[in-house]
């Protein structure tokens, strides 16, 4: 199960009870506060008067289930120099004088383990402890014995206090493991057998170069590489953390740090590199031996108890048996040895032999009975595939039959194994949960999905035969990426969606337009922009200085050789003159020594500058030793801000990618908008040309109008004034009566002309208006026609039709008269100058047309004509 690095933060007690403090720890929120306000979310904050008991209890029970069970744990501390991490790990010392309730973390690990371990007697245990140091990436074993096994909390005391009196001081690293090897039949008549280690690594101060290479490896982690690969082969110390970050511990990294604002800086350094670790999930699994969960038969030979301890010592025996024999091989090949002593190495070799065939026949026949095998099983390394033996070959060909109900087997009890794993896991992790942070991991009651770990035969990291993750998402990062996602869509945002929901339509485009909008218009795109620039060039800048100290430090680097090459020259020099000084009064007489003495003062003169020389040397060499330790302080420094650089960088360039991607559809989506807009702007413009050029058609039909109402009023006129005649005198003259016709005639034409324009200016079809009949076209045109060249008598009759409320015999009169009439046409009666006004307008008036709503409003600017 991937859990993540946990962080405990201990801050240091003020050497001076008032001295003021530059930061706090709040145990409440588990926040760490610096004194410019920089907040620090971790798993534990612990203030400075926290005890050690206090300290065990909030964090370290939940590591000793977790160590019982048979999984790895592992508790590492950073800080600088004398923040108190040896006292947090192991208390002031063993010694009498201290009380029992400054014991550290170990001590207290152990106690707790017999503890238990006494409170299980159904438990057989092997439980082994190593404490190492390294020193300029050289292992020091502080025991001097290597693992060293502990059967009871007394004898861990001893040990303890042994390595106390024994481990170097200094800025070192040291590596404390206990590793436990258990062993138990359970209430359900299988066999339990786990094997687990529990790591507690004292970091050293920096600039120590073994902690550069864990924070790199730290940061690699976090930026999101597998373990697998990454280098942890690179030094002695990363190798021994391999499990503790990106490996198989559940690991709490311990910070202690100082809260005196002259530490401040370093304080901050540690800090981070705590909170760093927070990134890194570690596969926490159950380490199982082969024969895990095998049920166990009552009817052995060998009783319970003791059947343990003799596989165990069988199987150390027959290690230390073949190791001996390669070495004797090694002697016998060299031929340093008598012919005696030879002779009693073969006889042993040959002794050996023997022993292997018979136990190798007894295995045989162990296999052929289906028995268990003696000795202990052993932990299948990762790295080595699992091969059939060639024992495995034979009684495969032996018998298939019994190959088939072997497998089955094999397939019951890797369900078996997988089933009570599973529950373990769930058990202890809720376990863990429900006692660390809630609010860092919550486990989804109603998911059920949670992943819990399945067996494959393939490895990812780690030394056993491990255990891989399920491929589904487990129920707390399902209730993660749940509140992710729920943090990500904006109150807005989510109110389209609710508005959406009930209008059931497609909220997708909206929100889409919303969110690029807000994205485009936000000052945090150019914000990314230029922070990123910025740190670019930062990067680069720093990337020079990095090469350019690299150089100086060689550089130095080869003046130092040189410098130690002369020194030791020098003194090589000195020393022979010196013998050569002490030969000469030695071996000479009296007078002849007189005579060296003058040479040997020259000498001694020689002697003398070049000790004068050396010593300038020394401390010339002394210098470049300084400024070379000061130059790679500084290289690693920048070494180490290229890389947070690096880190950010990626970070920038991801959300710019990001936010590039979402600009270029913003684009494209903008684009497609104003092709459309574009479109529909030619659209409108042809159509404004056409308008433009109806206005002007209009503006003609107006003035033709205009010029018809003018002449229909002239002709009015006349009719009227001819009516009149009628009706005073009874009767007209027959060119007054043909006058009068045509008149009448004339108007009505006039009257059909003048609608028919009307209605092309309104834009309705003229037929509407004219029923759109033949003879109302003809009519119209007649009319138009008649007014233009003053009438045609017959023209006009055909139309049938008078305006007046005459009577039909008058009509019929009127009607004969015409005919007599017709066959001497008439002289036009319209002036001319009523004629030349029905013709279409020479010039344009001009004329402002409007819109107001739907109506067209038109005005006339010039009324000259
Ligand atoms: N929380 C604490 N309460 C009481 N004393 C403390 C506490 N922390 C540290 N000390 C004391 O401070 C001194 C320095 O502590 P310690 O040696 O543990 O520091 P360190 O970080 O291991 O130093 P170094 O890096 O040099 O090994 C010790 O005398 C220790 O007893």
């Known amino acids: 199960m991937d859990i993540p690095v946990q962080i405990a933060i201990r801050l240091k007690p003020p050497s001076i009870a008032d001295s003021s403090q530059c930061i706090f720890s709040n145990p409440a929120s588990q926040i760490v506060i610096t004194e410019s306000g ?86 057989e245990f092997i439980l082994n402890i190593t404490w190492m140091q390294v020193i300029n990436n050289n292992i020091f074993d502080v025991l001097g014995g290597g693992l060293v096994r502990c059967c009871n909390i007394e004898e861990a005391f001893q040990y303890l206090q042994l390595g106390w009196r024994q481990k170097c001081l200094g800025n070192y690293h040291t590596v404390f493991t206990v590793s436990m ?24 101060a920096y600039p120590e170069p073994g902690l550069f290479a864990v924070e790199s490896i730290i940061k690699e982690l976090v930026a999101g590489n597998p373990p697998k690969q990454i280098n942890y082969d690179r030094c002695i110390l990363t190798a021994m953390l391999r499990d503790s970050f990106g490996g198989r511990a559940f690991t709490w990294v311990l910070g202690c740090i100082s809260s005196e604002p002259e530490d401040y800086q370093d304080t901050l350094k540690i800090l981070n590199l705590c909170l760093c670790c927070r990134g890194i999930k570690n596969f926490v699994t159950v380490n199982l031996f082969a024969d895990n969960n095998t049920p166990v038969y ?25 190791n001996a024999e390669g070495l004797f091989n090694k002697i016998l090949q060299s ?64 018998d298939s039959d019994s190959e088939m109900v072997f497998q089955d087997k094999v ?72 509140k992710v996602a729920a943090k990500a869509i904006s109150p807005e945002s989510q109110k389209i969606l609710i508005e959406s929901h009930k209008k059931d339509i497609d909220p997708e485009p909206k929100l889409i337009e919303r969110e690029l909008l807000k ?151 903008f684009t497609n908008r104003i092709t459309h807009l574009d479109n529909i702007l030619k659209e409108k413009a042809s159509d404004l040309e056409n308008l433009e050029l109806s206005r002007e058609k209009e503006l003609l039909l107006r003035k033709e109008i205009k010029n018809l109402r003018k002449t229909r009023e002239c002709l009015h006129d006349q009719r009227c004034s001819l009516g009149h005649k009628r009706k005073l005198y009874k009767s007209l003259s027959d060119s007054e009566e043909r006058k009068l016709l045509e008149c009448e005639e004339a108007i009505e034409a006039i009257d059909t002309a003048i ?32 007014c233009l060249d003053g009438g045609i008598a017959e023209r006009a009759l055909s139309l049938g039709m008078t305006t007046d409320s005459e009577t039909s015999d008058d009509a019929l009169r009127l009607v004969d008269r015409m005919r007599q009439l017709a066959r001497c046409p008439p002289v036009p009666v319209i002036p001319s100058q009523n004629l030349r006004q029905l013709m279409p307008a020479t010039y344009l008036p001009v004329a402002k047309v409007t819109k107001e709503r739907n109506k067209l409003v038109i005005i006339q600017q010039n009324k000259k004509h």
């Open 38 to 123: 920089q907040t620090f979310h971790v798993n534990r904050a612990l203030p400075f008067d926290c005890t050690q008991n206090h300290l065990f209890n909030s964090f370290m029970l939940p590591q000793v289930n977790c160590f019982l069970d048979g999984c790895d744990t592992s508790v590492v501390v950073f800080g600088q120099s004398k923040s108190g991490k040896t006292y947090t790990l192991f208390g002031p010392g063993f010694e009498c004088i201290h009380s029992e309730c400054d014991l550290g973390i170990v001590p207290r690990f152990l106690t707790e383990v017999f503890h238990r371990l006494g409170q299980m007697p159904e438990r």
């Open 181 to 204: 090897e258990q062993k138990w039949v359970g209430t359900n008549g299988v066999l339990n057998h786990r094997m687990s280690t529990a790591s507690f690594c004292d970091l050293a």
């Open 298 to 322: 009552n009817d052995k030979s060998v009783p319970q108890d003791n059947a343990f301890n003799l596989q165990f010592a069988t199987a150390q025996w027959i290690k230390l048996v073949s």
């Open 335 to 398: 031929k340093s040895l008598t012919e005696t002593d030879m002779n009693q190495v073969s006889e042993w070799l040959f002794l050996k032999a023997e022993c292997d065939e018979c136990l190798n026949n007894e295995g045989t026949v162990d296999n052929k009975e289906g028995n268990t095998k003696q000795g202990l099983p052993r932990i299948a390394e990762d790295t080595e595939p699992s091969e059939p033996s060639e024992s495995d070959v034979e009684s495969d060909s032996e």
């Open 411 to 482: 397939e019951k009890m890797m369900d078996f194994f997988k089933e009570k794993n599973d529950l373990l896991f769930a058990e202890r992790c809720e376990e863990y949960l429900n006692h660390i942070d809630s609010d860092d991991i919550t486990i989804s009651e109603t998911s059920g999905s949670q992943s819990l770990p399945v067996m494959t035969s393939q490895s990812n990291s780690g030394r056993r035969r491990t255990i891989q993750p399920g491929e589904s998402i487990s129920g707390a990062q399902l209730e993660l990426l749940r």
């Open 519 to 669: 994205m485009i218009d936000s000052p945090k795109t150019n914000e990314i922009c230029k922070k990123y620039k910025m740190t670019k060039e930062k990067y680069s800048q720093k990337q020079i200085l990095a090469r350019k100290l690299s150089k100086e430090i060689s550089s130095s680097q080869s003046q130092l050789k040189e410098l130690i090459k002369l020194c030791i020259s020098k003194q090589r020099l000195i020393d022979e003159l010196s013998t050569a000084i002490s030969n000469n009064s030695r071996n000479k007489s009296y007078t002849e020594r007189i005579e060296s003495n003058i040479i040997d003062h020259d000498a001694m003169k020689e002697i003398k500058r070049h000790e004068t020389n050396i010593k300038t040397f020394k401390k010339q060499i002394e210098q470049i030793r300084r400024q070379i330790k000061k130059d790679e302080k500084r290289k690693n420094t920048l070494d180490v801000e290229l890389l947070k650089d690096k880190l950010k960088l990626d970070e920038l360039s991801e959300t710019s990618l990001d936010i590039k991607d979402k600009k270029v559809n913003s684009i494209k989506h």
């Open 755 to 786: 609608e028919y324009k009307n209605n092309l200016i309104c834009g309705k079809s003229p037929s509407a208006s004219l029923s759109d009949s033949q003879d109302n076209k003809d009519t119209r045109s007649r009319g138009e026609q008649m």
